[in-house]
C-alpha cells in the first residue's frame, strides 16, 4: 500500500530475525510509555527475556508493519482454546501504531492479516481487550467487526478483569 509517501509492508514477526526483534521491542516500548500502555518504559527484565519468551512459545505471534524500513506497528497476539467450540481462539493482546502513522489503516491492515493467520490456525474468534477512553481504537475495533461479548443478554456483556501474581 501506498499513499502520501508511505509505503506499508505487512509481514509476520520471525522471531529469529533480528531486525523483527527490534522492532518489536522498539514498537512495544513506546506503547508502553503511552498512557493507553500505562505510562511506563518496559522494565530491563521484559527487554532482556522477551526475545527468547517469544521463541519457546508455539501460541504467540505477531504481526508487524513498516513504511520502508521503519517500524510503524505492532499486533501481538496469543493462542487460546475455546472450550465451547473446541477449538482455538486468538487474543489481540497488543495493537501498536506508531503516534506519525495514526490514522492511516495501519492497525486495520495488521488487524485483517492476523484475522488471515487465525483462520489458518483454524481459530473459531479473535477477542481483544480496549480502554474504555480509547474512542479511535473502539471505532476501528467496530468497524472490523468486534463487539461486546456476551451469550445471554440478560446477563449483560463480559467484563475483562486481572489479578496481579
Request: charged share 20%; proline share 6%.
Amino acid at each position: 500500500m501506498k499513499t502520501d509517501g508511505i509505503a506499508l509492508t505487512i509481514c509476520p514477526a520471525d522471531y529469529g530475525n533480528p531486525t523483527h526483534m527490534q522492532a518489536v521491542l522498539a514498537l512495544l516500548d513506546a506503547y508502553a510509555r503511552d498512557p493507553a500502555g500505562g505510562g511506563q518504559p518496559l522494565s530491563d527484565y521484559a527487554l532482556t527475556h522477551l526475545p527468547q519468551a517469544l521463541r519457546e512459545r508455539p501460541t504467540v505471534f505477531s504481526v508487524l508493519a513498516f513504511d520502508h524500513d521503519v517500524p510503524v506497528g505492532l499486533v501481538n497476539c496469543v493462542e487460546g482454546f475455546s472450550s465451547f467450540a473446541s477449538r482455538p481462539l486468538v487474543n489481540v493482546h497488543d495493537v501498536v501504531v506508531a503516534t506519525s502513522h495514526r490514522g492511516q489503516g495501519v492497525a486495520a491492515r495488521m488487524l485483517r492479516q492476523v484475522e488471515d493467520m487465525a483462520r489458518a490456525r483454524g481459530a473459531c474468534k479473535l477477542t481483544l481487550e480496549v480502554l474504555s477512553g480509547n474512542a479511535p481504537a473502539t471505532r476501528l475495533y467496530r468497524q472490523l467487526g468486534f463487539e461486546n461479548y456476551q451469550l445471554d443478554p440478560a446477563m449483560g456483556h463480559a467484563l475483562f478483569m486481572h489479578k496481579a501474581l
